[in-house]
């Protein structure tokens, strides 16, 4: 893969947040991050994950192009067309995904999914694999319980985000 870039204020942002997640005192991250007030850890270091996270995706859905069928015509050339890529979830429109090997969209480097991307496109033929995703998120709450609340909130946050899509292509 490519290099990941990385500041020195996300490297202290998230060494404070996964100081505060792990229960440390407000003053060992105030001592650790060299601050002389407690009011700049807080407001611009320690950021809950998940808020970010929530932040980050909370209007996916919105974005993701849900489709009722594959069957007409039109949209069955459009989402096989070569310049598409068949991904286990749907379709990704983003071209250069189909094209280049070496290109990854950064909507999927930033997030690991495709959902907060208008160029993905799911329709109920995925419906199986979002259920089996969804018991795969529910047993990984119950594994993840010992590296803290915040990594349990971002999965139980992903899980309602594939409840909900659920939902959706059910009613279709």
Do not use: W
């Amino acid at each position: 893969g490519r290099p990941l870039k990385i500041t020195s204020h996300m490297f202290r942002r998230t060494l404070a947040t996964n100081m505060q997640s792990n229960g440390a005192s407000l003053e060992s991250i105030q001592t650790v991050l060299n601050h002389s007030s407690k009011r700049t850890t807080v407001k611009h270091y320690i950021k809950t994950k998940s808020q970010d996270y929530i932040d980050q995706i909370s209007k996916t859905l919105e974005h993701m192009q849900i489709i009722a069928s594959e069957t007409l015509p039109q949209v069955s050339s459009f989402l096989h067309s070569p310049q598409n890529l068949r991904i286990a979830d749907g379709y990704c429109t983003h071209h250069s995904m189909a094209e280049d090997p070496a290109f990854m969209c950064d909507n999927f480097v930033k997030r690991g999914n495709c959902y907060g991307c208008s160029k993905m496109v799911t329709t109920p033929k995925f419906l199986p694999y979002f259920r089996t995703l969804l018991l795969q998120k529910k047993e990984e709450i119950e594994h993840v319980k010992v590296y803290g609340s915040h990594l349990i909130e971002r999965i139980v946050f992903e899980t309602e985000l594939i409840d909900t899509l659920i939902v959706k292509l059910e009613a279709l």
